[in-house]
């Protein structure tokens, strides 16, 4: 993986968009920092009677919309600056969909498959009781990112509950449904994944049926996408995590992989599958579409000359570097953002918080239909961006769309004190 601080990353993104936004330098240097760091050190009791370190942040980026809104990550390459770049992405996230959020992210720069569940839970609580002064339903309101899920958040929200001695479900999201978590929110991130990649080849003239696809990444986001998209009539015939990945002509099962996966710790090993083949050999697999759906910084300007998709539809945060940006941009491979593509799990969140507040559950199918009204409205939003604004590509289009709302929202409200 290269070595580029995605913080610097996102802020070349906005600097591109910037030339095509009406505002001055002041407003927009305001949008390429946060406005509040949490920087902490828990201290923690292990199993064996040790007391182990774990560095933590939270990032409060943007509150201009609306609460502060994002995920908690568990990921030894976490920093501070990592998370000041995916909190930076949040605020853009949720601005593209035009939900009522600011942005944040957090992150504890450990690897949470050394630990046992107690000590997990440990770890959670201590980052809990520090973010405590922060979060809140009205104010930032953390979720699931990279190795965390309903586990997580149901321990965050008990322990801020019991501290602050009230009932208040929205105070993340993420939950499990028996503690006010939503239907659909564990598929969302893969079901945006799947919408954006069935309105950008329709886009194009094609239509996603009988297209080829290779996933980097089978976790949360990348194993939904597949499914979903093998659902709407896509051929996955590459999938890949960490450890490597596995390629079939006709198409992987990607229900068997998912179990493969469940029962074995990875895909590699997969017996439907006519051939096993690296990471990098996935990203210059030769299919329609490629989706990034691992971490940041996977395809850099040299694999991204190596890619023969020509279509790309981030699933991950950040996937792509922005030098791989420009030579795909320059090779007219037409890459779907991911602060579009990945939006449906804060999208869900949104829904999932309005539920705590309504205290009142939807259907999944409900659900599953505002996700699509979301998604799709905001893709025709960014498409027509990219058409009318003479941009280079849909990233651009997508960040001018984000910046003009978040500049709005900053404008009426007047910069004070
Ligand atoms: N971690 C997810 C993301 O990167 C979801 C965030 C949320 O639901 O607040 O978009």
Redo the contacts with the bound molecule.
Sequence with gaps: MPDINPFESLKEQIDDAAAYVDAGDGVIGRLKHPERVLSTTLSVDMDDGSIEQFDAYRVQFNGDRGPY???I?YHPNVTEDEVRA?AG??TY?CAVVDIP?GGA?GGIAFDPRGYSAGELERITRAFAVELRPLIGAERD?????VNTGQREMNWIKDTYETLERTSEPGVV??KAPSSGGSAGRVAA?GRSTMLTAREAFDYLGRGIDGATVAVQGFGNAGSVAARLLDDVGASVVAVSDSRGGVYATDGLDIGAVTTHKRETGAVGGFAGADRELSNEELLAADVDLLVPAALENAVDAATARDVRADVIVEAA?GPLTPDADNVLTDRDVYVFPDILA??G??T??YFEWVQNRQQFSWTEARVNDELERVITEAFDRLVEAYESYDVPDIRTAAYVVALERVIDAFTDAGNWP
Excluded at 141 to 145: L, R, S, V
């Design positions: 809104k994002g995920g990550r995916l992405w949040m996230k959020y992210k309101i953390p979720a699931p990112d999201t993420g991130t945060n990945n939006a799990g804060v869900v969140s």
